[in-house]
């Protein structure tokens, strides 16, 4: 036991070396990068499919696509107009720094103003790898349920924007917002959110906004 854990700390450590490189050469080619992440259904690849339409109107736009297996959502997102790389884990459970270094290597960055990198849908361990994003964002979704701060505390506390996504579905399903946001706060008073519903597009518009701010300061900086 007490000789497993300094092998997991070396893992990490390695990891956030090569993050801090991807940081770097995305910070150098201008390129601000969102690592979105979200329990598998809640909405990452429906999101990215209605933001592309409008922010791609004023910037270019990159969609690297984290998922087990298949190219579905890269497929998704080169559909909705974006250059999309796939990348798959083959049963890693998220994505690591390594694994988009690697996917960094198919784009050409130069050429983009923001990159979107859809991590594979899990709750644990995507919090504890980073990859080398500028930002991490969390989707939660009503049908998950409003316990869910409660019970995955650690992804919770990592990010800097919740998007609350399908309050579409709010009249029909048992979610008690008040007690979801007294959970969320506990963990992160940072947290921006961003209720919308992809299905609607309400709430979309506030959250496109804060991702071209971000991005544009980003660029400034
Ligand atoms: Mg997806
Ligand atoms: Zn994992």
Not at 181 to 189: A, K, M, P, T
Request: a negative charge.
């Amino acid at each position: 036991m007490t000789e497993r854990i300094p092998v997991v700390e070396n893992i990490l450590n390695a990891n956030d070396r090569i993050a801090l490189d991807n940081q770097k050469r995305l910070t150098d080619a201008g390129v601000f990068c969102i690592n979105l992440m979200a329990s598998p259904g809640a909405g990452k690849t429906s999101l990215i499919e209605r933001m592309l339409p409008v922010l791609s109107e004023r910037m270019s736009i990159a969609v690297i696509d984290g998922d087990v297996a298949s190219s579905i959502d890269a497929d998704r997102a080169a559909a909705a107009g974006a250059t999309a790389v796939q990348i798959n884990t083959g049963g890693q459970c998220h994505l690591d720094a390594t694994q988009l270094r690697h996917a960094l290597d198919e784009l050409e960055l130069g050429t983009f103003d923001l990159l979107i990198v859809e991590n594979v849908g899990n709750l644990i361990c995507p919090a504890s790898f980073k990859i080398g994003a500028h930002t991490s964002v969390l989707i939660a979704s009503v049908p998950e349920g409003d316990d869910k701060p409660y019970k995955y505390p650690g992804m919770y506390h990592g990010v800097d924007a919740l998007v609350i996504n399908k309050t579409d579905l709010l009249p029909y399903i048992d979610f008690d917002m008040p007690y979801f946001r007294r959970g969320v706060e506990l963990l992160n008073q940072e947290l921006v959110s961003f209720p919308l519903s992809c299905k609607t597009g309400e709430g979309l518009d506030a959250w496109i906004r804060w991702v071209e701010e971000r991005t544009a300061q980003a660029q400034k900086a």
